[in-house]
C-alpha cells in the first residue's frame, strides 16, 4: 500500500518529456513568462523553417516592406562569391549587393533555397536536408537581409508584454494565468491560401512540433465581426526538442499567426491600433 501511494505521487515525475498534466496546469504568471523567454528563439528557428518551406514572409525591420524567406537565404553570399562572408553575427547586417540582380543569388545557401521543389514544399525536415552540410547554419543568418532593401534586418516578434498578459488574464480568462497561449508568438506572412496550407503540412510533419489547437479565421463560417474584420489561422503548439527539455519549456505552448498579406499590410499602418480600440471597447 505504501509503494503505490509513492508511485502515485512520483507518477507527474517520470512523465516522459512533453507530456503535459492536465490536471496541474501552470497557474503562475512568473513561470508562463520564464519559459516563454526559453521558447521564443527556438521558435524563431523554427519559424524560418517553416516559412522556407511553404513560401513565407517576414517584415524587414526598418522598412516593414516584406521579404520571402528563400529570397533571404539566398541573400546571404559566400566567401567564394566575391561578396560578404558567411559568418555574419546575429542581427548585424549584411554588406550591400547590387538591387538589380537575380534574387536568386550565389552560393549553397542560394542553391538550397532554389533547389526546393514542389515535392520539398510543406516538409520541414524536406527543408533541412535542403540546407544541411556547410549551410545547416544559414537560418541562424536569416535576420539579415539585402538587395532592394539593403542592409535590412528581418523582424520578429517579442514576447507578449506584462501588462498585456494581465490585462487579458482578467478580462477574458477569469484570472487563470494557464489559458494564455500566445505569450511566446510570432507570424508568418504569405501571398495565397495555398501557401498557409503548405506552411500547415511543415508545422503537422514537424516532429518537434506538438498541435495543440488551429484556430481557422480564415473559415467562410468566421464571424469576422468579433475580430473587427481582420483573418488569419492562428496555431497553438508546443516544441519538444532537447532545447526545451533541458530548459524545463517542452509543455509551453506558444502561438504562430499564419497571415495572409493584405491583411499584414493593415495591422503593420494603422490597422493594429484601431484593433486595440476595438479591443477595449468589447472588454477583451
Keep these: 500500500a505504501v509503494s503505490t501511494e509513492w508511485s502515485e505521487r512520483l507518477a507527474p515525475a517520470l512523465r516522459p518529456p512533453g507530456v503535459l498534466d492536465e490536471s496541474k496546469p501552470v497557474r503562475s504568471l512568473d513561470q508562463i513568462f520564464a519559459q516563454a523567454a526559453c521558447v521564443n528563439p527556438i521558435l524563431i528557428t523554427k519559424v524560418k523553417v517553416w516559412a522556407l518551406a511553404s513560401r513565407g514572409y517576414f517584415p524587414c525591420a526598418e522598412t516593414g516592406e516584406f521579404v520571402r524567406m528563400d529570397q533571404a537565404i539566398a541573400m546571404v553570399r559566400t566567401p567564394s562569391s566575391g561578396h560578404a562572408t558567411t559568418e555574419v553575427p546575429r542581427g548585424e547586417t549584411v554588406s ?63 514576447i507578449k508584454s506584462m501588462s498585456r498578459a494581465v490585462e487579458k488574464m482578467y478580462r477574458v480568462y477569469d484570472k487563470d494565468p494557464s489559458r494564455l497561449l500566445d505569450v511566446c508568438r510570432q507570424s508568418i506572412v504569405f501571398d495565397r491560401v495555398e501557401d498557409i496550407r503548405a506552411c500547415l503540412h511543415a508545422m503537422r510533419h514537424d516532429s518537434e512540433a ?65 484593433y486595440v480600440a476595438f479591443r477595449n471597447l468589447r472588454g477583451e
Excluded: M, W
Excluded at 505552448?253 to 499602418?269: G, N, Y
Design 96 to 158: 550591400p549587393t547590387a538591387a538589380s540582380g537575380s534574387p536568386r543569388g550565389e552560393g549553397p545557401a542560394a542553391e538550397a533555397a532554389n533547389s526546393l521543389s514542389t515535392e520539398d514544399v510543406g516538409s520541414a525536415d524536406g527543408v533541412s536536408k535542403a540546407v544541411g552540410g556547410e549551410t545547416a547554419n544559414v537560418l541562424d543568418r536569416a535576420p539579415t537581409c539585402q538587395g532592394s532593401i539593403s542592409g535590412t534586418r528581418l523582424k520578429f516578434a517579442k
Design 210 to 274: 506538438q498541435l495543440v489547437r488551429i484556430k481557422n479565421r480564415l473559415n467562410p463560417g468566421y464571424n469576422s465581426a468579433a475580430s473587427a474584420g481582420y483573418r488569419d489561422v492562428a496555431v497553438n503548439l508546443r516544441l519538444v526538442c532537447p532545447a526545451t527539455v533541458e530548459l524545463g519549456a517542452e509543455t509551453h505552448v506558444c502561438e504562430v499567426q499564419l497571415i495572409l498579406r493584405a491583411f499584414a499590410e493593415l495591422k503593420h499602418i494603422e490597422g493594429h491600433r484601431h
